[in-house]
Nanobody, 120 residues
Framework: VQLQAFGGGLVEPGGSLRLSCAAS????????MGWYRQAPGKQRELVAI???????NYADSVMGRFTISRDNTRNMVYLQMNSLEPEDTTTYYC???????????????WGQGTQVTVSS
């Protein structure tokens, strides 16, 4: 299973970006898909995560500004980021908890990072 993330870039404070992540490979179902971020020298932290049933969880720091969504038919997850702040500048990673076959256990996969820079 591979995860491909894209959509990062440079944006001014107060601006918006939309990140996308596509999962491909041997996939029977995806239990969870989410976004994390990691600044240099810091631990990777949860940004937002969504279950296959639609339940979501957000970091307090992005609540009300970021929205996670999924397209289960295309095995994709999105992160709409509004009202971006310089503190949101870092590398963002998508992940997915995947079941490759109906009878197999789930496995966690990570995509490559995509850089988001918020600066004037």
């Amino acid at each position: 299973v591979q995860l491909q993330a894209f959509g990062g870039g440079l944006v001014e404070p107060g601006g918006s970006l939309r990140l996308s992540c596509a999962a491909s490979g041997s996939i029977f179902s995806i239990e969870l898909m989410g976004w994390y971020r990691q600044a240099p020298g810091k631990q990777r932290e949860l940004v937002a995560i969504q279950s296959s049933g639609g339940s979501t969880n957000y970091a307090d720091s992005v609540m009300g500004r970021f929205t996670i969504s999924r397209d289960n038919t295309r095995n994709m997850v999105y992160l709409q980021m509004n009202s971006l702040e310089p503190e949101d500048t870092t590398t963002y990673y998508c992940n997915a908890v995947v079941r490759s076959r109906a009878s197999s256990p789930t496995t966690l996969y990570w995509g490559q990072g995509t850089q988001v820079t918020v600066s004037s």
